[in-house]
């Protein structure tokens, strides 16, 4: 373990419905490369292999969870003294991305959530709803520590109301992709981003045929189990397939403006490279020019990824 240059920012990273804590190690293990440590916890009754229940009881814990990673990271004996417990960044994937949004002080709004799930129960943020997720529980997700937060393919819109994104006061990161179905650009990605105060730091990136699995590595079982003839056969569309903008592709641009974010507003490193110039749409590319920082730039150091 290579501790030049620590003590280092923490980031802790929120897996998938349904995921698991190495889904997106094109981001996790790249981020601990680059001079950060990553916490990334598995989050209990939704994950890959034992299945997702989808109440409220996953959705009431997930933030809870990440805090707790964060906690655990900050009292270990061997972590504590690479963690700056003044630097903390959270990221996630899909519903790790709207735990991402909560943690960062996105507010729920039951009623209107309640409202809209009246009028449309298919909706994805519907599923984990009931009597015992009531305002004053979901009040208590965002944890106060976080400095900066990347969300990559959220959903959930409908869930903070019209006024509920506002309240996230750290600088903030939506990433998605323009062909994915489930976090859709115009249902979701937008609107999400929209829904942010443009009084803080916020960022856009819509990669254009990337889809809701392009930002994690599970293309991988995909192709090991026979592609669009074998059990993920539904990945085809969502990020694995020949129509998809080519996964390593989307890999490279992800975890490069991922980067970019966390160090412009974890470390105070300007973006020379200019990543995250320019408005919102200027990261929209039909082909990501970003590549991973290279060897020949300046690295920060190295640190753990747990």
Do not use: K
């Amino acid at each position: 373990m290579d501790t030049r240059g620590g003590p280092f920012p923490l980031v802790a990273f929120s897996h998938g419905r349904g995921g698991i804590r190495v889904q997106s190690v094109y981001l996790t293990v790249h981020l601990a490369s680059w001079g950060y440590v990553v916490v990334a916890p598995d989050h209990p009754h939704d994950t890959l292999g034992a299945g997702s229940d989808g109440g409220s009881e996953v959705l009431r814990g997930r933030p809870r969870q990440v805090s707790a990673a964060i906690d655990a990271a900050l009292a270990d004996s061997e972590l504590a003294a690479l963690v700056d417990a003044t630097r903390i960044g959270v990221m996630g994937h899909s519903f790790g991305a709207f735990t991402t949004l909560l943690l960062a002080g996105g507010r729920m709004d039951v009623a209107a959530l309640q409202a809209s799930c009246a009028a449309d129960p298919d909706q994805l943020a519907c599923s984990g709803l009931d009597d015992q997720l009531t305002q004053d529980v979901v009040d208590d997700f965002a944890d106060a520590r976080i400095d900066a937060a990347v969300a990559l393919a959220p959903a959930g819109r409908i869930a903070f109301g019209p006024d509920g994104l506002g309240a996230i006061a750290v600088p903030t990161q939506i990433q998605g992709g323009s062909a994915d179905t489930l976090a859709t650009p115009d249902g979701e990605i937008r609107p999400l981003f929209d829904g942010l105060a443009a009084t803080m730091p916020r960022s856009l990136a819509l990669l254009d045929r990337g889809a809701h699995f392009s930002f994690t590595d599970i293309c991988v079982l995909y192709d090991a189990t026979g592609g669009a003839n074998g059990p993920f056969a539904f990945l085809e569309t969502e990020g694995c397939g020949p129509e998809t903008l080519p996964v390593e592709r989307a890999h490279a641009a992800s975890r490069t403006l991922a980067a970019a974010f966390f160090d412009r507003y974890l470390r105070g490193v300007p973006d020379d490279h200019g990543y995250l110039d320019g408005v919102p749409d200027a990261m929209t590319t039909t082909s990501p020019r970003v590549p991973s920082p290279s060897a020949s730039a300046t690295s920060p150091g190295r640190a753990a990824c747990p």
